[in-house]
């Protein structure tokens, strides 16, 4: 089984930025669809990102569309997610993870974890001045 290690998190002020990498042992994440999710206190886990092993299609929830961007180095066993213009809001756990033949979603914030096999450890991101 894939095993993800997620580094990056931090504490940042509104406005700052942070990148988030999620590194792969022992397989490559060349098969792999990557999906980024977040789960602030009291709230559900939700999803955020999802990037295709299978074209490199991107996609995003609302709340991070034109702040948050995922990539991934297929080389380097690496995924990651550039957030920028953090808010408050943002502050939560970030977890990646990885899972094969995913279809795209729908809907970002909705896609359903059960499809990813793989999980990180999460990383904590606040956001606070």
């Known amino acids: 089984q894939l095993r993800l290690v997620e580094s990056g998190g931090g504490l940042v002020q509104p406005g700052g930025s942070l990148r988030l990498s999620c590194v792969a042992s022992e397989f490559t994440l060349d098969s792999y669809d990557i999906g980024w999710f977040r789960q602030a206190p009291g709230k559900e886990r939700e999803g955020i990102s999802y990037i295709s092993n299978r074209d490199g299609a991107t996609y995003y929830s609302d709340p991070v569309k034109g702040r948050f961007t995922i990539s991934r180095d297929n080389a380097k066993k690496t995924a990651y997610l550039q957030m920028n213009n953090l808010k408050p809001e943002d502050t939560a756990v970030y977890f990646c993870?990885?899972?094969?033949?995913?279809?795209?979603?729908?809907?970002?914030?909705?896609?359903?974890?059960?499809?990813?096999?793989?999980w990180g450890q999460g990383t904590q991101v606040t956001v606070s001045s």
């Open positions: 993870a990885a899972g094969q033949q995913i279809p795209p979603p729908a809907v970002v914030a909705t896609i359903n974890p059960l499809d990813f096999s793989s």
